[in-house]
């Protein structure tokens, strides 16, 4: 099985800055595709980011593209989200997730249904 523990969230004025982390335990070497997912009031969850670990490639949203960046640091088993240029949009709690599959693309990499084990969220409010 995989844990996995978000933290970084917090509130923030529009423009700001803030980086999210997601910590990974149990048995990690099961997976090679992380994502961050987030979930305003009343909307559906929606894909952010995502990082393919078997060849580190990077998928992003198109409303977030040039403002965050995720990236991994494999000895600390933690992925994390710098989210840059927020937006009052941006508001919502942030879930990461971890899942295993032979490729990638785009549209598999921000599917809810690519991903097997989830966090329980960080909240991220821009005002």
């Known amino acids: 099985d995989v844990q996995l523990v978000e933290s970084g969230g917090g509130s923030v004025q529009a423009g700001g800055s803030l980086r999210l982390s997601c910590a990974a335990s149990?048995?990690?070497?099961?997976?090679?595709?992380v994502g961050w997912f987030r979930q305003a009031p009343g909307k559906e969850r929606e894909g952010v980011a995502a990082?393919?670990?078997?060849?580190?490639?990077?998928y992003y949203a198109d409303s977030v593209k040039g403002r965050f960046t995720i990236s991994q640091d494999n000895a600390k088993k933690t992925v994390y989200l710098q989210m840059n240029s927020l937006k009052p949009e941006d508001t919502a709690m942030y879930y990461c997730?971890?899942?295993?599959?032979?490729?990638?693309?785009?549209?598999?990499?921000?599917?809810?249904?690519?991903?097997?084990?989830w966090g329980h969220g960080t909240q991220v409010t821009v005002s």
């Open positions: 997730a971890a899942g295993r599959h032979p490729w990638m693309n785009a549209i598999r990499a921000l599917d809810i249904n690519t991903y097997n084990y």
């Open positions: 149990g048995y990690t070497d099961s997976t090679n595709c």
């Open positions: 990082i393919y670990t078997g060849g580190s490639t990077t």
